[in-house]
């Protein structure tokens, strides 16, 4: 009788029922009326059984509408323009071209202000000691409490790379974790599972928050990859010895695709062609 009015007591707490319609005094005599002598110990058992995983249910489907419908995420997309984003925290994001950042609408209140970034932001976090910002980028995490840096996290790269102008921040992954100083860049190898840093003098600026791409003896292969975030198309070096092939050039948000291929055909000796959706570099 004693446990039978415990179990009572912690359904009601649980589902939150009022505790004045159930009592042992009340439910006991029904509980004995089902069972039968010669069985009064295992059919009780089961019985209790039967509350206990009653209450489980309960409790798990509670956890489960907290963690899934218990805060609502604002997605932003952009296409083939960048976008500048104010976030409920005031922190300011700018967003690269096809790129999806999420975050939830209780940001400004949260303890820990998480946001997700698919593709290229720029962010200028607002401090608050208090509530530490986080960047999700797949497998690494950006941790910073105010600053000004830049993620890359496109889901068909291999690299994940964080560079950081101002303040300091910490990059995290399975792999471990680094500390970044102004004008330091971690790149993570989600193939390799590798996480390196260096220094990187060369980038004064977000080039392509002003309509930019520009490079400064970059391999032809990270030229290729920036050509295919800003156009959204996949774009394949077939030759090793033109992948490597370093190049000095800048080109504008006006310029199309095929007119930035004509402009470094005249310094690069190769050609492209579309199969399958994709566009093809070979070396002459």
Request: aromatic content about 10%; proline content about 4%; some cysteine.
């Amino acid at each position: 009788m004693e446990d039978y009015d415990k179990l009572l007591e912690r359904l009601a707490r649980c589902t939150r029922s009022p505790r004045g319609r159930f009592s042992s005094e009340a439910g006991w005599p029904l509980l004995e009326k089902k069972i039968r002598p010669g069985r009064k110990a295992w059919t009780l058992w089961r019985c209790v059984g039967s509350c206990a995983a009653i209450i489980l249910l309960v409790i798990g489907g509670w956890l489960l509408r907290e963690s899934i419908g218990g805060e609502n995420w604002q997605e932003i997309h952009t296409e083939a323009s960048t976008r500048r984003v104010e976030l409920p925290d005031k922190s300011i994001v700018v967003l690269n071209r096809y790129s999806t950042l999420s975050y939830p609408q209780g940001l400004a209140k949260a303890d820990k202000r998480e946001v997700r970034l698919q593709g290229g932001a720029y962010f200028e976090v607002s401090k608050s000691a208090e509530h530490p910002f986080r960047v999700q980028a797949g497998e690494v995490q950006v941790q910073v409490l105010g600053t000004h840096f830049e993620v890359e996290a496109y889901p068909q790269d291999t690299l994940v790379s964080t560079f950081l102008m101002e303040g300091k921040v910490e990059v995290s992954t399975p792999q471990g974790e680094v500390c970044l100083s102004p004008r330091e860049r971690a790149i993570y190898h989600t193939g390799r599972k590798d996480l390196r840093t260096y220094a990187d003098k060369a980038s004064d600026e977000v080039d392509w928050m002003s309509g930019e791409l520009r490079f400064d003896r970059e391999p032809m292969r990270e030229v290729a990859r920036q050509l295919s975030h800003a156009f959204h198309t996949d774009i394949r070096i077939e030759n090793d010895s033109l992948a490597d092939y370093r190049i000095r050039a800048r080109f504008t948000h006006e310029e199309e695709l095929e007119e930035i291929f004509g402009l470094l055909q005249k310094i690069v000796p190769f050609d492209y062609t579309y199969q399958n959706n994709q566009i093809i570099l070979t070396r002459r």
